[in-house]
């Protein structure tokens, strides 16, 4: 996950502790809080449940960056020998490192809690070199009798393990691998995260690191704005993900690596196959699954990833979907604008939101038992296609071309009140609509 202006999002995840070595039994299933931070108070929502933003608040942006900034992240609590104290990480579905700032990082950025300082806990140690981490397909590799990491645009420096306590009650886990930043590379704190939490498919993530604990098994539901400052969601495990409705849910097929491909650090995401795009039910035409899939130099595909903020797709994709979705609101007589931040907007007049089509994306599903090819299908209704832009007045399109080599990315606002399944044991992603804010619960004061 790339971290830029429009990045985010919070997990309350695991906590890495300082506490005294303990016995410890499996784990069937616990929860932690999912945290929302959408752009810093300048989003809202309206009465009828669409998201407002504010672009004044916009500077700089690199071309093509999306201006929507979704964040989730994870509140870790970190126990050292001056107390515990709470750090919140970005959830990132498509790195498989949990690192976070510590100790002397450069440069020195503001955060919600003081940095991480391993020499204040007596639990930590580096990782040894030889350790079967720290060796590819992970970012990992030894540096004399250390073990360091180098993300790219994101952070370096060394891995450690210590605690992590998971659950209420909380349960330590001795071992765990993480990164201990010593320097960032355009990582931006926004004031408040600490660092991410690696939850990708690669032996140094998170879920991969637990998994024989939880089945194998975690779960989000996705808060969109106007909750985020005072209500936080969960990220399940194991036994206490909730069973899906026995309609209305659909399974993906999660890719394997192709057996011509080397493995690497690009097998990190969850692939999925995109099998073409609809809107209001009719698919758009000229969009074919080639244009998503990967390539044998590992460029393209599409993955699904909680932490980048909008959905990205390959420019011959997103072309037709931005013409098919400006073609179905003009036919009723709404004028499309110009705007430097959005590339497809509308003046917001009345009436129009009901004219905002619907728009479906077609997977790729697992066989059934008699090998008969299945389809899974995620809906995304207007109010996570486009958003109101208070200060102009217009509606605009939340979702983003990628560059022609890069990966379409099914990005957090479109995720939202979706329920997620990842079950890494049978390699599907399983999805049904829920309304997230009913697996909510106050934020605690001390946040």
Not at 39 to 52: E, H, K, L, S
Not at 158 to 171: K, Q, S
Request: charged residues 20%; hydrophobic residues 35%; aromatic residues 8%.
């Amino acid at each position: 996950m790339e971290i830029t202006s429009s990045t985010v999002l919070l997990l309350v995840a695991g906590v890495l502790v300082h506490v005294l070595p303990t016995t410890c039994t499996a784990v069937r299933g616990f929860s932690l809080p999912l945290v929302a931070n959408h752009g810093g108070g300048t989003y809202r929502v309206d009465a009828d449940g669409f998201m407002i933003v504010n672009t004044t608040s916009f500077h700089h942006r690199p071309f093509l960056t999306a201006p929507l900034r979704y964040m989730y992240g994870v509140a870790v609590t970190i126990g050292t020998g001056h107390g515990k104290s709470t750090h919140f990480l970005v959830l990132d579905t498509a790195n498989s490192l949990p690192w976070m700032r510590c100790a002397h990082c450069l440069p020195v950025q503001r955060q919600r809690s003081p940095v991480f300082d391993p020499s204040h806990s007596s639990s930590y140690r580096p990782l040894h070199p030889t350790n079967p981490l720290c060796r590819p397909p992970n970012r990992v590799h030894p540096a004399g009798d250390k073990c360091s990491f180098h993300l790219p645009r994101e952070a370096h420096g060394f891995v450690g393990v210590d605690t992590i306590i998971l659950g209420n009650p909380t349960l330590p886990i001795h071992g765990i691998a993480f990164g201990c930043a010593q320097a960032t590379e355009g990582f931006d704190t926004k004031g408040t995260f600490a660092g991410t939490l690696g939850m990708g498919r690669l032996p140094t993530s998170l879920i991969m690191q637990i998994k024989d604990r939880v089945a194998w098994r975690f779960s989000y539901c996705l808060i969109g704005p106007g909750h985020s400052q005072d209500r936080h969601g969960f990220i399940r495990f194991g036994a206490d993900i909730p069973e899906p409705p026995p309609l209305g849910h659909h399974r993906i097929k999660i890719l394997p690596t192709p057996a011509h491909f080397p493995h690497g650090i690009v097998d990190s995401a969850y692939y999925v196959k995109l099998l073409g795009v609809s809107l209001n039910g009719s698919p758009i035409q000229g969009i074919h699954q080639t244009m998503f899939e990967r390539r044998h130099d590992r460029s393209g595909g599409c993955f699904l990833d909680a932490g980048t903020e909008t959905t990205r797709l390959v420019p011959a994709a997103y072309t037709l979907v931005e013409e098919a979705v400006a073609h179905m609101v003009q036919q009723w007589g709404y004028k499309r604008v110009r705007d430097r931040d959005f590339l497809l907007c509308f003046r917001e007049e009345p009436g129009i939101w009901s004219r905002i089509p619907r728009l479906r994306l077609d997977y790729e599903g697992p066989p059934t038992r008699h090998g008969e090819p299945t389809r899974a299908h995620l809906e995304i209704g207007s109010r996570r296609l486009f958003v109101k832009v208070e200060n102009k007045q217009l509606l605009c399109f939340g979702v983003y071309p990628t560059t022609s080599r890069h990966p379409t990315v099914i990005g957090a606002m479109q995720q939202v009140d979706t329920r997620f399944i990842f079950d890494l044991r049978a390699n599907t992603i399983t999805i049904h609509p829920e309304s997230c804010e009913d697996d909510t619960e106050p934020a605690p004061s001390e946040w």
